[in-house]
């Protein structure tokens, strides 16, 4: 037989599934007074929650919230197209400045020898897609944020 007094769990399972109590849970309850007031109110406060009426909404909510799952998930792919349209037209212009202009920075790099040339175009390169690696994670971030 414990001396202490029994904890939460251990009354709780006395209250609502003596069966599979442990020898000494029964011994102790049938001996002590405080834990039995203890069973008692559980008991109570269970029976008082189950005469509880569930709630009526004026609504179907599980309804409007799969309305609104539906509506979220068909709206990402568009902006997805959207993004990446964006991204790829900047290329292009990107792409199509440097054709433009590239007389003028063939001669701006004239004094420099073909190698450091293309050492720094290759640097350049690399950045920029640094950069567009960069963009794209913050984006995708930023969207996983965004649902629900």
Known sequence: MKNKHLIDSEIQQFAFDESECEKDVVEHMSSCSLCKQRVEDYV?????????????????????????????SKKKPLLDYFVYALI????????FCVACFSLFCI???????????????CIALSILMILINDIMKSHRRKMKMLKF
């Open 44 to 72: 109570l406060l269970s029976t008082s929650i189950k005469s509880i009426p569930d709630p009526a909404l004026g609504f179907d909510l599980s309804k409007r919230v799969l309305m609104q799952l539906e509506t979220s």
């Open 88 to 95: 790829t037209l900047s290329g292009l212009l990107v792409g």
């Open 107 to 121: 001669n701006w790099f004239k004094g420099n020898s073909t190698v450091s040339m293309a050492f720094i175009i």
